[in-house]
């Protein structure tokens, strides 16, 4: 499968087209989207059209951007003006967004060719694509597998070739998760670099949209678009674009890595030891490693457990039977409401609403949401801390290889604990990402997480590269 940008560069110079590049996706979705279950909808003619646009704009001598032709695969979340967009809930469905997520309008603008929506956890509450209410996806590289969540279905659509890039949205690990169960590079960005406006709110203090792919210098080029300032989100950070691309082979040279104990401390055997061995490759390539102990990350997930659902339940108010999707008929509106909500979310949503409303109610806000927000601060400090000592830090992505589906569905607690090592920079609001190093278990893929301080993300794909290029794949 050719990298993005290789499709763009063939795509430029006449050696391939736009149109070439989407048909070839579509045969691959033809042939594997039934078994594997990515995308919930395949938008064939207005990617068919937009395609036609970029070769047009070709033919005529505009530069048409960095991502010529290249077909993108979005998670179901985003907006984009008149596709179903579900966030793989019955509450949504039917509806079709008026406007467009500010990623996709950037996207197009750079030439890219979105091809369709993509299945997640139910409004990307989960780390399996097991709570989506149109079934999960199956993780490309061993189908009785999850493919991680709650961006399993970007991430499953880049594993099986259908596109060579994805956006997925990370509140609490859901692009790194993903990505390091699929073998894929996945970024989480520095909190208000990309614009959240047009991502359906789950927590809207940790949401962040970010990129999936195969290689580095992919995701480093499509985060490159993405970036930069947005006025319609009122979070979105100052400052234009980060020069990335141009940085990806700057190496390690110099650099201070922290190795985390409390980012890998639990893990699997096999994924300790990946982590040790990115640490020795970090080494190699002249970096300084330093152990490194941040106690107060140990309290982030039962934080994060608290923070995340009060934001939902507010944030999940809107769906009322009244403005968007579902409305379940009753004898008057508060019936109506109650039977909406009751039939059109899932178990899980419900599970998180009453979570937060309970965070949040008058006896127990001090106690729980109150408690949250301080650890919230601890941790914040922390990595500040670390970042005065270290320039990056290196801990791994996820407790174990992709699981069986089921092994962690009776039990909510096991399944909020795989995202244990990547809810810290969530809270803190720093960028981190996870590549492919090494492989576990029946020759499954390990990803390492790589963290860095707040808009460092140039020096963690110079590390990522570091390690993609140890781990074989110049
Ligand atoms: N798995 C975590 C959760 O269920 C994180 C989800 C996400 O990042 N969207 O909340």
Redesign the pocket.
Known sequence: MKSATQIAADVRSGASSAAAELERTLSVIAERNEELNVFLHVDIDGARAAAADVDARIANGDNVGPLAGVPIAIKDNLCQVGIPTTCSSKILEGWRPPYNATVIERIVAAGAVPVGKTN??EF????STE?SAFGPSRNPLDPTRVPG???GGSAAAVASNMTSLSLG???????R?PAALCGLVGVKPTYGLVSRYGLIA??SS??QIGPFSKTVADSALLLEVLAGHDPKDSTSLPEASPSLVAHVNDGVAGQRIGLVRELFDGADESVVTAVRAAAAALREAGAKIVDLSIPELELTLSA??LI??AEASSNLARYDGVRYGLRVKADDVTAMMEATRTAGFGA?VKR?IMLGTYALSAGYYDAYYGQALKVRTLTINAFARAYEQVDLLLGATTPSVAFKFGAKTADPMA??L??VF??PT?LAGDPALSVPFTTGEEGLPIGVQLLGPGRSEARLFAAARVLEIADGRP
């Open positions: 997640l956890d990307a509450m989960g780390s709570n969540g709650s961006s949205s990370d509140t609490g690990g859901s692009i998760q789950f927590a940790l949401d994060y457990y995340a659902p899980e998180r399944m909020y795989n995202d990547t809810i969530n």
